[in-house]
């Protein structure tokens, strides 16, 4: 059964990206603009649907090493800035900071480093004391702190609205979203894909994009393509609403207790990575 998003698929197109979560939106996006419009996104249930609707939204530039990993976040907070004028959906950025927490020798002089190399790389970092980590964010306890590295510009987003806002600008540039289709097998002949085989039909295609989130090595692999990828357990509680607690704080993140930390509808976001 078709659901009223499915379209009907075409029979050919030059790329097919599997997966409408958050990445391959992204993608589909990013191709209507290189003029690949002959793209076909297949989501096997609706956009975001997989992991991307659970994410946290943290929008960090700061505490890559890597200056390819640092220009992909910068241009990606650019992006999520500008795109509701592109668009007319708003991706629910808000700038309203970040702060790195360092409560030990060893990370005070890595997240230096850190922001030197951030710095050089076009991210606004700078340290800041614990008494101003505190005025920003009066409910962190801070005696126990070194210092702090804030980015004024990161912040936070609604990762349903940034997809959707992509989603937007994808299919106004002619590419085709189809929701509720799921993709059973990729055709492949001579050593090269030829098509994708869905339950609403075959497409054939030069290009298939495999942007399935943590199904991505299931699907590598029926095709016998090894995807080194691990799906991890990630966690985060929402409190109920606090006095005082003000949506303007800057999104926390301390590593030494494996915790972020932000306003959420008036509670307190809690994160918790594995140690
Ligand atoms: C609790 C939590 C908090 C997080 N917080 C943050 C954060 O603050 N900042 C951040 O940057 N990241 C965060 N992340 C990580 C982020 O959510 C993921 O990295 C991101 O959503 C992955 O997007 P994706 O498009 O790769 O995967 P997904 O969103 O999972 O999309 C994959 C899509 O592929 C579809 N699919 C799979 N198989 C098929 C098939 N055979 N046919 C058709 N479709 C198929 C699925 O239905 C799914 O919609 C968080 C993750 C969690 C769990």
Request: charged residues 20%; aromatic residues 8%.
């Amino acid at each position: 059964m078709s659901s009223p998003t499915t379209p009907a698929l075409p029979s050919r197109a030059r790329v097919v990206v599997i997966g409408g979560g958050i990445i391959g939106t992204s993608i589909a996006y990013h191709l209507g603009h290189l003029g690949w419009t002959d793209t076909v996104l297949v989501e096997r249930d609706q956009l975001t649907s997989g992991t991307t609707w659970h994410a946290a939204g943290l929008m960090v530039t700061f505490g890559s090493t890597s200056e390819t990993s640092t220009a992909l976040r910068t241009y990606t907070r650019d992006l999520y800035t500008r795109l509701e004028a592109e668009t007319g959906l708003a991706t629910g950025f808000k700038p309203v900071g970040f702060i790195e927490l360092a409560a030990d020798e060893g990370r005070l002089e890595e997240y230096r480093r850190v922001s030197t190399f951030n710095r050089h790389c076009g991210v606004d970092v700078h340290e800041v004391s614990p008494r101003e980590v505190a005025e920003m964010f009066p409910l962190a306890r801070t005696d126990d702190l070194l210092a702090g590295f804030y980015v004024a510009g990161d912040g936070r987003v609604n990762p349903v609205d940034v997809t959707m806002s992509m989603a937007k600008g994808a299919r106004q540039r002619g590419v085709t979203i189809a929701q509720g289709v799921s993709v059973l097998d990729v055709g492949v002949r001579d050593g090269r894909v030829r098509s994708v085989v869905t339950d609403h039909g075959t497409i054939e295609c030069e290009y298939v994009v495999n942007a399935a989130g943590m199904w991505a090595r299931q699907l590598g692999a029926r095709s016998g393509v090894s995807i080194p990828l691990q799906a991890a357990e990630h966690y985060y509680l929402i409190t109920e609403q606090m006095e005082g607690l003000d949506p303007s704080w800057p999104v926390i993140e301390d590593p030494a207790n494996f915790g972020y930390y932000r306003e959420e509808v008036g509670g307190l976001m809690i994160g918790l990575f594995e140690p």
